[in-house]
Structure formats: structure tokens, C-alpha cells
Antibody, heavy 122, light 103 residues
Framework: QVQLQESGPGLVKPSQTLSLNCTVSGGSISRTGYYWNWIRQHPGKGLEWIGYIYHSGTTYYNPSLKSRLTISLDTSKNQFSLSLSSVTAADTAVYYC??????????????WGQGTLVTVSS | EIVLTQSPATLSLSPGERATLSCRASQSVGSYFAWYQQKPGQAPRLLIYDASNRATGIPARFSGSRSGTDFTLTISSLEPEDFAVYYCQQRNTFGQGTKLEIK
């Protein structure tokens, strides 16, 4: 079974760039039929889709974050990454990396990392 | 963009009771719809996909249904481990969640 693990700094200063990696084990991120997601959850709140990337490199970005966001793949390391620039306290959240899969009628997230808390503070 | 409205925000029930959670989509989405369960300190878990199919390993007491743009998650007889927050999802949108708590 595929496993995902987030890694990166737990504390980022305001105006800096938040960078996280997700290492995938037990399966290749180059395999067709899957897409690789970043989803966040503000403390005590609901889930917010940040964006995702297909094995082809095609991306979807949340329009509210698009101007600050880059999601990329590193197939040699079987990783995908998140870069969010110009962060503020409003970007403090638990960040999840997750695998999405195409089913008959839609696409759903069926494997999740454990999540990593990123705090934006000086 | 689709808006998903979950109700109720909080549902208080006892173990053994039947739980009915709702999610309404702001426009037609067909059967492209999922439910997730999230327990405190854990990542969400896919329960139901394509509106009515149980994901791998999900007990039969969980079921999903659709009527137009209204979707329902039913837990037939609550187990202690079912008390959690439930989210609906369509495309890149999640609902705001329903907290299922012990009465």
C-alpha cells in the first residue's frame, strides 16, 4: 500500500516561502490514473484544497492561492513538492499531502499523509 | 464553483442509533461525490466514493445515497469509533463538515 510522508520546516516567518516535500513509498508517482494533492486544514477548521499535479506535470491550483503557489514533481526521488510564497499568519495550518485516484464517476483522495503543522510567525 | 452545504453542523447521538448526515450541492454534480471521516489528530479517510460505493475496508454500516443534488451518508448503527467529523467532497471542494458527537 502506498504511503505518503510530508517533510519541511514547522515554522516559517511572515513574507517568506513555505516549502514542503511529500515522499511517496510503495508506488510510483509516475503511474497513470493518479494525481498528487496538497490539502490544508486551518486549526479547528475544515479542509481546503491547495492544488494537485498529475504525473504528466499538469497542475490545478486553488484560485485563491494561485498567485503564490507552485506544485512540482521530482520523479527521480518519487516526491512532489509545495511552494507557497509571501506567507502570512493566515497560512498557518496542518498541511496534508495525498494521493488522488480516478474512479468511475469522479476523482477522490484515497491515501493521505499524516499531516504536518506549519506555523507562520516571527 | 460548486458550493457544498452540510447539515447539521453537529449531530448528537448515542451508540447503536442511526445517523443521517446530509450534503447539498449548489448545482448538479451527477454521482461525482465522496464522503470522508476525520478523527481528532488524524488525516481524513475516504468512506464513500461515486456517491454510493464504499471504499476499501469500510464497514457495511456506512452507506451513501443521492437524490438529485442532495447526498446522504447513513451510519446504520453507531459504533463508538464512528464519532468523528464527516466531510463531503465534489471536485476541488469540501463541505464545511458535520461533527458527530456522543450524546
Amino acid at each position: 500500500q502506498v504511503q505518503l510522508q510530508e517533510s519541511g520546516p514547522g515554522l516559517v516567518k511572515p513574507s517568506q516561502t513555505l516549502s514542503l516535500n511529500c515522499t511517496v513509498s510503495g508506488g510510483s508517482i509516475s503511474r497513470t490514473g493518479y494525481y498528487w494533492n496538497w490539502i490544508r486544514q486551518h486549526p479547528g477548521k475544515g479542509l481546503e484544497w491547495i492544488g494537485y499535479i498529475y504525473h504528466s506535470g499538469t497542475t490545478y491550483y486553488n484560485p485563491s492561492l494561485k498567485s503564490r503557489l507552485t506544485i512540482s514533481l521530482d520523479t527521480s526521488k518519487n516526491q512532489f513538492s509545495l511552494s507557497l510564497s509571501s506567507v502570512t499568519a493566515a497560512d498557518t495550518a496542518v498541511y496534508y499531502c495525498a494521493r488522488g485516484e480516478n474512479y468511475l464517476w469522479g476523482s477522490y483522495v484515497d491515501q493521505w499523509g499524516q499531516g504536518t503543522l506549519v506555523t507562520v510567525s516571527s | 464553483e460548486i458550493v457544498l452545504t452540510q447539515s447539521p453542523a453537529t449531530l448528537s447521538l448515542s451508540p447503536g442509533e442511526r445517523a443521517t448526515l446530509s450534503c447539498r450541492a449548489s448545482q448538479s454534480v451527477g454521482s461525482y461525490f465522496a464522503w470522508y471521516q476525520q478523527k481528532p489528530g488524524q488525516a481524513p479517510r475516504l468512506l464513500i466514493y461515486d456517491a454510493s460505493n464504499r471504499a476499501t475496508g469500510i464497514p457495511a454500516r456506512f452507506s451513501g445515497s443521492r437524490s438529485g443534488t442532495d447526498f446522504t451518508l447513513t451510519i446504520s448503527s453507531l459504533e463508538p469509533e464512528d464519532f468523528a467529523v464527516y466531510y463531503c467532497q465534489q471536485r476541488n471542494t469540501f463541505g464545511q463538515g458535520t461533527k458527530l458527537e456522543i450524546k
